[in-house]
């Protein structure tokens, strides 16, 4: 009994030891972790900025503007939330806090941080930013993006851009335009001649070439103009929104396609050196609610142009007409030798060899492109045509 005793003692002693052992390990592994968790956090902290942001934004868009100014404001709200309220974005339409065209100068000098609107209402202070806005003949909306995000387009607009002070991305898009709204009909150049047109950009510069006059003027202005005749013709931009400012009550002849504005890009600009200051986590919200938006406009120009064609094809005074294929086939030639020679003047009465350079960074894109685009969307679309 007793060597029993003694040898239950001695397993007792034991494994009371590996108990105490047991619990000293387990106290060590929590212990470390807790360490690990705190070491993360700390690290987490340190590279988050709890910094509250509070923004300006200014666009060149009209108040309430239907899906340009709505962008501007969904992109505030989107940022606004995926920051977890640590960049609040307040965005005013056009006029609101500067004048429509002041955006870029205002953004640029820091008097606010952010701006939307299109490159080619800049092109007096900065001619190549046409070519990230829209080319006629050029690449459509899906050409762009391709370029933009893949051919190195994007790096060489912030590249252009950077002198201004100026970070840029890619924010809307509102595909292939329509040509335009005439009191008579096109049926050559002959046509054009003498013209008084709105008509903004590069396409503005063909236009001229044509023959025409080019007239410059906001938005807000062109029904009166076009109504009591100031102008002969005007285009704005598609179905849902030419539909919305009632340019059909003010000239009968609606054409299509919209050679000058296949695929207008719009942008965000923001001032570097306040970007500079946002932390990375703020930077890669803003980049990527910015392509969030850009699919939104452009979906949304898609399914609205749509039902107000349907709205316009109804209209008794209304004809929609193509424009002749031999009138096309001339502007297109004159928009060759339109930036031909723009490049030239730039560089060498104005010392801007930066022309050029986007003019053949776009064409050389352009042209690669094509022949992909021939055997797929164009292929694609006679296809539907056959009967």
């Known amino acids: 009994m007793l060597i029993f005793n003694y040898f239950k003692l001695l397993l007792e002693i034991k494994m ?46 009209p108040s309430n503007f239907p899906i340009f100014q709505e962008g501007a404001e969904r992109f505030a709200d989107e940022v606004r939330v995926m920051s977890n309220g640590r960049l609040n974005i307040n965005v005013y339409a056009g006029g609101e806090l500067v004048p429509a065209l002041q955006v870029f100068d205002a953004v640029s000098q820091g008097t606010v941080e952010m701006g939307h609107g299109s490159p080619y209402y800049w092109a007096g202070t900065i001619p190549e930013a046409q070519f990230f806005s829209s080319v006629p003949f050029g690449m459509t909306a899906k050409g762009m993006n391709a370029w933009l995000y893949n051919g190195g387009g994007l790096l060489l607009w912030q590249q252009i851009y950077e002198p201004f002070n100026l970070m840029v991305f890619p924010m809307g898009n509102t595909g292939v335009q329509m040509g335009g709204w005439f009191k008579k009909k096109i049926n050559s150049l002959n046509d054009i001649k003498g013209l008084r047109m709105r008509i903004p950009g590069l396409g503005g510069k063909v236009f001229k070439e044509a023959g025409g006059n080019t007239v410059l003027m906001a938005g807000s202005e062109i029904y009166t103009a076009l109504e009591r005749g100031a102008i002969d013709a005007t285009e704005w931009v598609s179905p849902f929104h030419d539909l919305r400012l009632g340019l059909d009550r003010t000239a009968r002849y609606y054409y299509y396609p919209g050679w000058h504005e296949p695929g207008t890009v719009f942008e965000l600009m923001i001032n570097k050196s306040k970007w500079e200051l946002l932390p990375k986590d703020l930077q890669k919200i803003v980049e990527v609610a910015a392509g969030a938006v850009s699919e939104w406009i452009y979906a949304q120009m898609e399914f609205h142009n749509q039902q107000a064609l349907a709205v316009l094809r109804e209209k008794e005074n209304v004809e929609i007409l193509k424009f002749p294929d031999d009138l096309l086939l001339k502007l297109k030639l004159l928009t060759k030798k339109t930036l031909d020679e723009e490049a030239a003047t730039l560089m060498n009465e104005k010392n801007n060899p930066r022309f050029k350079q986007v003019y053949d960074a776009y064409e050389s894109f352009r042209s690669n492109y094509s022949n992909w685009n021939k055997l797929s969307d164009e292929a694609y679309q006679k296809s539907l045509e056959l009967k």
């Open 16 to 61: 009371y030891k590996f108990s105490v052992l047991f619990l000293l390990l387990v106290i060590f592994f929590i212990t470390a972790c807790s360490d690990k968790v705190e070491t993360i956090q700390n690290n987490a902290s340190s590279s988050t900025s709890m910094e509250v942001f509070r923004w300006k934004m200014v666009t060149t868009w």
